[in-house]
């Protein structure tokens, strides 16, 4: 975890007292299953394009998001990890559906 950029007089929450801490907003496309594999690509690479360049990093930084646009099996590998993440804190909290 680091500073943001927008806030850098806010410390981080390690240095706040609570290492190992980490929660991410994230923004993500996802296609239909069975979506050829080189439109993914076409889409992958066209919006990576767009949210590296500088102008629309300059749109986005007043929300203190950083894009980190990656491949789409980074991004499978990412939404894996991060369900098995929470589907854990949801179930060793004990929360049911209501």
Do not use: H
């Amino acid at each position: 975890a680091k500073r943001s950029p927008e806030m850098p007089e806010v410390p981080a929450i390690a240095e706040a007292g609570v290492p190992g801490y980490e929660a991410i907003v994230w923004i993500g496309l996802l296609a239909p299953a069975g979506t050829p594999r080189d439109i993914v690509a076409k889409l992958n690479g066209e919006i990576g394009r767009l949210v590296r360049a500088d102008e629309v990093k300059k749109l986005i930084a007043p929300t203190g998001m950083e894009p980190d646009p990656d491949t789409p099996a980074q991004f499978a590998a990412y939404l894996k990890a991060d369900y098995d993440k929470w589907g854990k804190v949801v179930r060793d909290s004990g929360a049911t559906v209501q």
